[in-house]
Structure formats: C-alpha cells, structure tokens
C-alpha cells in the first residue's frame, strides 16, 4: 500500500483501466488544450510581450461581454458568473501579478500566466472555508479565457498531441475519444465516467491506465502538472513528493511484473479444476485491436463494436470500407470465431451525420436496432459489408438492443434480403452463419424463452442490462456506486436468462465489462455462461481465475449466493471464497 505524504494532492475516483502512469498532465478544456512552454524574452522585446497579454486580456474581456450581452433574459440571472469574470480577468492578483512576472522573470506571457495560476491555486489549497475555496475555480476558467487567446488553443484537437502526455477532461465524448493515440495519451483522468462509460472502454482496450469519475480533477490539475495515475486503486496524486514518486515507481515495477507472470499461460486453454473447458474471447472497436486479442491469447471476437467506424466523420462508410475492415479482421483471427455487432449508434454514441432530431432521453431513444430498422439504407449496406466478409472466416453476427420478437424477425428478413440481394449479382458471400442478439434490455430477458427459438446464441450485455435493471447512469457520478454487477437483481436475471439457453439448446455468452473482472468469474461460472468476452488485456487475469475454479463447486456457491439479500454479502462472499485467487496483492 503506497503511503501520503500530507503535501500530496490525491484525488479518489473510479478504476476504469488498471496499470500505473508517471507523467505530465495534458488538459482539454477550458484552461486549454497546449503544454504550455517556456522560453525567454529579451529585455528590448519585454514591453511587446506585456502588449501580446494585455491584448489577449482584452479579447477574453469583449468575449465575457459579447456571452453576457447574449444571454436570453429569462437566463441572465445565470450571467452574473461571467460579470464576475470580467472583475477577476483585471484583477491585480491575476492580471497585475502576470504582467510583473513577465517584466521580472523575463518570460513569455503564456508561462507567466501558468506560474501565477498555480500560486493562486496553491493559496486557494490552504483556505479552510469551503466556499472561498471553490471561488478559485473561477480564476482558472478566467486565466482558461486569457491563455486561449495566448495560445490559439481553439484550433486544437486530441488528435493534434504530438508529446507523451496524460490527458485530463471534465468529459469526453465517444468521438473524442476516438482521437487518442496511445503512442502520445499515455493515461486518461477524467472528472466524468466510470468503468463501463466509452472513454474507460476504449482506455482498456489501448492499455492505458484510467481514473474516472473524479469530480473535480480538471480544477485541481494544471498543464504540465507531474501526475500519477494509478488505475489499479482509481488514484491521481498531482505533483507527488518525491517519496510518493519513489514509492510509485516501485509500485509500477510490481504492477509490471505480476502482469508478465499472468501472460505467460495467456495462449493456453482456459480450463477450471475440473476440466471444463472455457473460451474466453475479446472486445474489440477497431481493427487494430485484433493483434491486441490475439496477443492476450484470445480464442475469438466476442464483441466487434462496428460504430467506431461511423464515428468522426461526416458522411457514412461504403460497403466496401466496411467490407475490407471486417475482411482483415476475419482473416486474422481465422479459424477463430469473430462475432460482429450490427450497429449499435446515437444513445452515447452521437455519429455528426446521424438524425438532425435532438433526443432528451437518447439512451432510450432512437439508437442500435431501432436505429437501423429506420434507416434500413444504412442497416442494409453494413450487413452486405458482414455477408461479404463471412466468406473469408467464421463468422457470427449480432443485433444489439433487441426488445422484443418483432425486431429480430425484421433483422433477420433484412439479412436474408441482403443475401439475396448479393447471390443474384454473383458477389461471393457466405449466408451460413449464426445469428445471436444481445440481451440488454430487461424486457428481453424476460422474453428469453420466445427469443430462443429465432437466433442461435445470446450474448449478454451487462453494461447496458444493469444500468436498465436498476436505473442507473453509469457516467452520473452522483449513482455511480449504485452500479453493481453483483446486484440480486441482476444475478437473477442472468440466471434465468442461462436457464432458458440451457432448455432451449443455445449457447449464452457475456460480453459486457462485468465478464473482465476476475471477481464476478466464479458467479458467472455457477451461472452456467458458456463463454465469456472482454477488453483484451483482462484475458490473461481471466483464464487464471477460471483455472483455479471448480465448475462443480461454483454451482454450489452460486445457490448459496441466491440467497442473498445485497451486492455488499455477495461480494464479501465471492471474497470470502476466492480471495487467494483473485485478489493477488501487487
């Protein structure tokens, strides 16, 4: 357990993407996107410098005023923050303070604002009233308007970091996230988020650390800030002490190290203690995530997210784009199983050439299957694309969100048109492949039974099924820790779901975030789930827990486990039960 100091600034969120990170931060937002620099000023030049300043103080001043001259009357009781920024920007602290150091210091006026903001902000840390202490906030949104203009940092983009950096975001969206380069965002630390939002999602399948859901991070850490970023224990220590550094360091070594000894026996076949046999099989967004699966000794594509292709752009993909990414990632994982999702798109996951139409509610909204049955032009090019590509490996293909029997039947006559379609034009294709449906939604799970008897596989989506099950926003952090994949309620509702599979002869997998945490496995295996998939890098910390676990023995647990009344008892029983082989102390 690392130690800290008092002069260390730790902040406590949510463990979206395990691993360790020393490193500067990198802010989006509105204190700007640049790592500011640093550089000298000759003395002849000095007075042009303080003009450059007091320029980009005039244009942060006139926007202040152009937003507040702007604000629609019924909201302009809300403008009194902006006419307070407009008193901070020229206050002397602020204003006069930045000038002095750039007459003294001799710097440019972008780092004489950073120095005076971080003094600030280390004389805000030592008020005790609590109010006063948040009024800092305001100077740095303020000192955010004068570096913009300094800087030019409205032009940039996440895709435009060219420097290994950890990024810091209030929020980001599914298509900002996108952007990241694992070659330059080395880890992500988010205010908003949680383990199952996007950003976490694509934070594991990059294998970069993540700590979401911190509520404030954004107002307690500046550009270039030396930051650690523990996703491990879902801790950030801004500018560490150099003990806490060292003791990090170390922490790394061990964090890296028990990484290694788990990846060892990641090609090897999953199998328990009494010799059922498991295919543990990846999530993938993006092609290039396929060597990530196979790296980890995945033995399929559980989950090929096909949205991140519709993501950033401003048109839609032809079927030959989409024909050529399926393509390659078949081909690779042949003879493997890949299984593709239809498109999942809108809910959270916006595309800029979607529906003009704005949804208050578009997680429950026109998205997914509802999406492509409207849009059947757009639903029918990608399944032409799928057809294609089944030709060159195995193939499976998934409709998400499905609620009731009238859905999958439309799905399914939209698939066979297509295949149609492509047989008459003499396009090789393959229309022999299964066909499954996520179970997300409560009233499929319910309607098991009926649904069984149109596809060839369920495939559980716990990320969606449990914020529907108890009605949460996975990326409120005000609920967040209402999220519980160990819920009753949601224990009882796979079971029944496993049950229903089992009579009627289908396979049932799970392919939410709950199936990549070492701690639900032995729940999930007395459930009877067939097949488990995951972010890639969990694969290695899976198949070890599924070796050490009796099938027999887990169906026991379960039973007892059903019992249960809380998510805290079944938790403190999974502990109580497996602790020696899933809480291994790094």
């Not at 010799?275 to 090929?304: F, K, R, T, W």
């Not at 690779?332 to 999942?344: A, C, E, F, N, Y």
């Not at 032409?384 to 009238?406: E, H, Q």
């Not at 990549?516 to 067939?530: C, H, K, Q």
């Amino acid at each position: 357990m690392i130690s800290s100091d008092d002069n260390d600034i730790l902040i406590k969120g949510i463990s979206a993407s395990p691993g360790i990170c020393i490193g500067n931060a990198y802010l989006v937002g509105d204190e700007g996107v640049h790592v500011v620099e640093k550089y000298d000023i000759a003395e002849e030049y000095l007075q042009d410098e303080v003009l450059r300043f007091k320029t980009a103080v005039k244009g942060a001043r006139d926007k202040l005023h152009e937003l507040i001259e702007n604000t629609p009357e019924e909201f302009r009781q809300n403008a009194c923050i902006l006419e307070s920024h407009t008193a901070i920007i020229q206050d002397k602290m602020l204003y006069g303070k930045t000038i002095e150091t750039i007459e003294t210091d001799r710097v440019n006026a972008e780092w004489a604002l950073k120095k005076v903001v971080s003094g600030i902000k280390s004389m805000f840390q030592k008020i005790s009233d609590p109010y006063l202490k948040e009024r800092s906030d305001d100077v740095f949104h303020v000192a955010g308007y004068i570096m913009k203009n300094l800087t030019g940092a409205k032009t940039d983009t996440i895709a435009d970091i060219d420097k290994r950096v950890i990024l810091v975001a209030h929020d980001l969206s599914p298509a900002e996230t996108s952007q990241i380069k694992p070659k330059q965002v080395m880890a992500v630390v988010m205010d908003r988020g949680g383990k199952a939002s996007h950003t976490g999602i694509i934070a594991q399948s990059f294998e970069i650390p993540a700590v979401l859901g911190l509520g404030n991070a954004t107002s307690l850490i500046s550009n270039e800030d030396v930051i650690i970023v523990d996703g491990v224990a879902g801790i950030v220590v801004v500018n560490p002490t150099d003990r806490t550094l060292s003791e990090y360091v170390q922490r790394k070594e061990r964090y890296e190290r028990h990484k290694a000894d788990i990846s060892r026996d990641s090609h090897a076949v999953a199998q328990t203690l009494d010799g059922c046999q498991l295919q543990v099989m990846a999530n993938i967004e993006m092609p290039e995530n396929v060597l990530s699966a196979i790296y980890h000794g995945g033995d399929g594509i559980g989950l090929y997210r096909t949205e991140f292709q519709y993501l950033g752009r401003p048109d839609f993909p032809s079927e030959d784009e989409l024909f050529e990414k399926y393509r390659d990632v078949l081909e690779v994982m042949s003879p493997k199983p890949v299984t593709i999702r239809t498109l999942d798109i809108n809910g959270d996951k916006a595309i800029a050439n979607g529906s003009m139409i704005v949804e208050k509610n578009p997680a429950l909204g026109l998205r997914a299957i509802r999406y492509c049955l409207k849009r059947t032009d757009i639903f029918i090019t990608q399944l032409r694309a799928i057809l294609r590509a089944a030709a060159y490996g195995n193939t499976r293909i998934m409709f998400p969100m499905i609620s009731s029997c009238d859905e999958v039947r439309e799905a399914k006559r939209l698939l066979s048109e297509a295949a149609d379609a492509l047989e008459r034009e003499g396009v090789r294709c393959n229309r022999d492949i299964e066909i499954g449906i996520m179970i997300e939604i409560p009233s499929a799970a319910v309607m098991a039974d009926v649904l069984a008897d149109e596809v060839d596989f369920f495939s559980i989506g716990t990320n969606d099924l449990i914020q529907y099950m108890i009605a949460i926003d996975r990326g409120n952090r005000q609920v967040a820790h209402l999220y519980r994949p160990l819920h009753p309620a949601v224990i009882r509702i796979i079971s029944y779901v496993a049950k229903i599979a089992k009579r009627k002869g289908i396979k049932v997998a799970m392919c939410g975030e709950m199936a990549g945490d070492p701690a639900n496995i032995p729940v999930l295996l007395g459930l009877g789930i067939d097949e488990l998939s995951m972010n890639p890098q969990s694969i290695p910390e899976v198949k070890n827990a599924i070796r050490c676990i009796s099938i027999k023995y887990a169906k026991n647990f379960v039973k007892q486990i059903m019992k249960q009344k809380n998510a805290d008892d079944i938790l403190k029983m999974v502990q109580d039960n497996y602790s020696d082989i899933i809480f291994s102390d790094i």
